[in-house]
């Protein structure tokens, strides 16, 4: 279960109302959920475009409208580049973390596509090691660009209902937010 300060979290908290809930990833529930039925399924920040670059975004909607309860949500940050990729900027600000010994600092690589259709991510994690920054582990991942029009068809293609996109203001997220229901 993701912890309580998550906002995407907090987005589902807000509309669910408060009490317990059952909370996926919606990672977890592509690779072996099937259990019983839960009251949210969450996908972090880059997760959506880059099932859509491996042409699995389709296929793990289904699966998570298929493992939410009646009326329970999916709850997905979603990057919107749609704008940028005519830009093609290489990296947004590196995003820190922490303080004194505990402090982080994360930086995105982004290196686009000729079309501008998609782009290589690379996140590379820096922590202070002996007075000096280390790296302290990469990531590279590669993602299709989704504009807010193609994630809405991709939610009422799976099935969902209610489907509302929260601007960073409204939800707390540095992204937007996109928040779907489950149908009875």
Known sequence: MPLPEDPLTEVAAAVLGTGPRTVLDLLDVVRH????????????????????????????LLLARQALRPGGLLVAAVPELDRLSRLRPTAPPPKVTGRGADRQVTVQLWDWSPDGESYALDVVRLVPVDGTW????????????????????????????????LSPAECGHPLPVWVAVAPA
Request: without cysteine.
């Open 134 to 165: 280390q790296v302290a582990g990469t990531v590279s991942t590669r993602h299709r660009v989704l504009s807010p029009e193609q994630v809405t068809a991709e939610l009422a293609a799976a099935g969902f209902a209610a489907v509302q996109r």
């Open 33 to 60: 959920h099937g259990g019983p039925p839960v009251d949210v399924v969450r996908a972090g920040d880059d997760l959506l475009p880059r099932l859509a670059h491996e042409n699995a975004l389709s296929q793990a």
